[in-house]
């Protein structure tokens, strides 16, 4: 049985629908989209900054998965990766000066899901339920 290299099956990727990048909401939507991102930076900004402390915040998360999505972050320059030249080595994230633009809108987000709580809880029950 032959294996092709990771390299090239992620180079075969392509998506289907093209990234939309003229609105507003599709382009925080593509930096945002990932189920644990918005929890990695409450927490980063919280003070956990480290990927172990992370992980222990987010337990159901694999490693690889919040690795992914951390990577992602810091593409976007919504967080910064620091790599301290200490044997064994210490990494850090912390928010930059643009990702804690993010933050308030984060808040808001969280506060209509908080108002909302029941309604929302309801509907995804009844969904899960289906």
Sequence with gaps: MH???IEYICRMYER???????????????VLYGKWKIRLLCFINQGQKRPS???RKIPDASRRVLNTQLK????????EKTIYPVVPPKVEYNITEFGTTLLPVI???????DKNKEQLQSAITKRLSN
Excluded at 17 to 29: E, M, R
Excluded at 107 to 113: A, L, N, R, V
């Design 3 to 5: 294996f092709e290299p």
């Design 72 to 79: 992602e972050l810091e593409e976007h320059g919504i967080i």
């Design 107 to 113: 808040k808001t987000m969280g506060q209509w899901g």
């Design 16 to 30: 289907k629908i093209p990234i939309s990048l003229n609105c507003g909401l599709d382009l925080i939507g593509e």
């Design 53 to 55: 402390e992370l992980q």
